[in-house]
């Protein structure tokens, strides 16, 4: 069974939104004039029938003043009584006989029971419309004063009234017509100029998408189409500046791949072409090489993956004690520097969210300490009120670095030469971001640096929820 169709399945919603708005325009104003034209007639149609009504009535009430009845039967009353040529007149009595004068020979009106009650005195006046002879007449009767038991009937043609009403009528649809007409091309001429900053937009926009340039639409004026405009602005600054970031991203990367993998290269083919000609400690040694570069790449990748991620994958989220957190994070780190010292001072600290992206914030934050500090230092750690402080007793952070320390791939002058990628306090921040928390770098009082992060949470077991600004 075929479902009915509605005014949308016709083309509605394909029109364009000028067209909709003539449409629902001239729909609008047709009604409105349409009802003013409508009651304007039922108005003037009423008031005239009031009018011609009470007119009647007073010269029916003249007319039976100043009658005489004659020998035979008729009233004889003097025009100037009557003030119409279209009026005809008739006595009816209570028996219900109707006597006409001498000279009126068409047919008069039928009359009936309101007649006949006004001729027996049971009613003091009853008026109606009757038609004879193909006209319609107003027809009143009233009481004679000089002859009762009779009724004066007067009965006036509409003719008159029918023709100015008729005339009136199709004045008024002519007005509503030409108004529906008015208010059509008015409705076109709104939509048309009305919707010219949206189609100027549409037309920017369309060539954005065309081209690929991101450069900000001029925007003039104050009204909803220039918030738009302006709200569209920002999302380009937001999309140049995430494919700044994306160019900028791939072109580091091939710079930081290109010197693993060259060296990589480099010793796999002195491997090739050596071959046996080398030393069982030159082989060992270049192999070693080797394995450190592929563990180097591998670390680089990961990092890289990890950063370039638009969306993070779905992640499993809970409730995360950061001391424990912390314990794995020096134990695994404290096994690749065994020559440190540990000091770390953890209090209980309980925050909602990612446990391995947590964890792997906390190990580059110890990473970082360790790769910085000299072969029997210390590396203070301190877990107080949700704010993790690790100082190392290294070199420390020039002044002129600490505000790039957590960009991506940025490496101090004195880190050059030390092996590491640059990513590992860039993903730090990313992490930590993500959990609604802050970290920043600073002077230890040790003399080495300090790297602070902060995550907001509870000194107990907190709820299964990422806070707001994680979501």
Do not use: C
Not at 73 to 88: K, S, T
Not at 190 to 198: E, H, M, S, W
Not at 315 to 323: A, K, Q, S
Not at 332 to 348: K, M, T
């Amino acid at each position: 069974m075929t479902a009915p169709r509605t005014w949308i399945d016709f083309g509605w919603n394909r029109r364009s939104l000028a067209s909709r708005v003539t449409v629902l325009t001239t729909l609008a104003v047709g009604l409105v004039v349409g009802l003013i034209a409508i009651g304007g007639y039922i108005t003037v149609r009423a008031q005239v029938q009031s009018t011609f009504d009470s007119s009647l009535s007073q010269r029916a009430q003249t007319a039976a003043q100043t009658f005489h009845v004659n020998p035979l039967g008729y009233a004889e009353i003097p025009q100037w009584a009557l003030g119409a040529g279209d009026v005809r007149i008739a006595l009816y009595d209570n028996q219900g006989q109707v006597s006409l004068p001498p000279s009126d020979t068409t047919p008069f009106p039928k009359l009936g029971p309101s007649e006949l009650a006004v001729a027996q005195g049971s009613s003091r006046q009853s008026m109606r419309t009757v038609a004879a002879g193909g006209k319609n007449y107003r027809v009143v009767a009233v009481p004679l004063q000089r002859g009762a038991g009779s009724a004066l009937v007067i009965a006036q043609s509409l003719s008159s009234e029918e023709h100015v009403l008729t005339k009136l009528g199709l004045l008024m649809f002519g007005l509503g017509l030409a108004g529906v007409i008015a208010a059509g091309l008015a409705g076109w001429g709104v939509a048309t100029g009305g919707l010219r900053p949206v189609r100027r937009l549409t037309s920017d926009v369309e060539r954005i998408a065309r081209t690929e340039d991101l450069t900000p639409i001029p925007v003039s004026g104050d009204d909803e189409i220039a918030r738009l405009a302006r709200s569209f602005n920002d999302m380009l600054v937001a999309l140049a500046a995430s494919r700044d970031r994306q160019k900028q991203l791939v072109a580091d990367a091939g710079h930081e791949l290109r010197t693993p993998l060259t060296s990589m290269r480099t010793n796999v083919d002195l491997l090739t072409q050596a071959g046996l000609s080398l030393s069982e400690e030159q082989r060992e040694e270049l192999l070693g090489d080797v394995r450190a570069q592929m563990e180097e790449l591998t670390t680089l990748i990961g990092d890289l993956v990890e950063l370039a991620r638009d969306e993070p994958l779905p992640p499993v989220v809970g409730t995360v004690e950061l001391p424990e957190v912390l314990e794995h994070g020096v134990t695994r780190v404290r096994r690749r520097a065994p020559s440190l010292n540990w000091s770390v001072d953890a209090h209980p600290w309980w925050v909602v969210g990612e446990a391995p992206g947590i964890e792997r914030a906390i190990t580059n934050l110890l990473d970082n300490a360790a790769k910085w500090s000299p072969e029997g230092g210390t590396v203070h750690v301190t877990l107080k009120q949700g704010v993790l402080t690790v100082d190392d007793e290294g070199p420390g952070i020039p002044e002129d670095d600490l505000p790039h320390v957590f960009d991506r791939f940025y490496r101090a002058t004195e880190s050059r030469s030390m092996p590491g990628s640059g990513l590992g306090l860039a993903i730090v921040r990313q992490v930590v971001e993500r959990h609604a928390g802050t970290v920043e770098a600073g002077r230890s009082p040790y003399g080495g640096a300090r790297l602070v992060m902060r995550l907001p949470g509870a000194p107990a077991p907190m709820p299964r929820t990422l806070p707001a600004e994680a979501r």
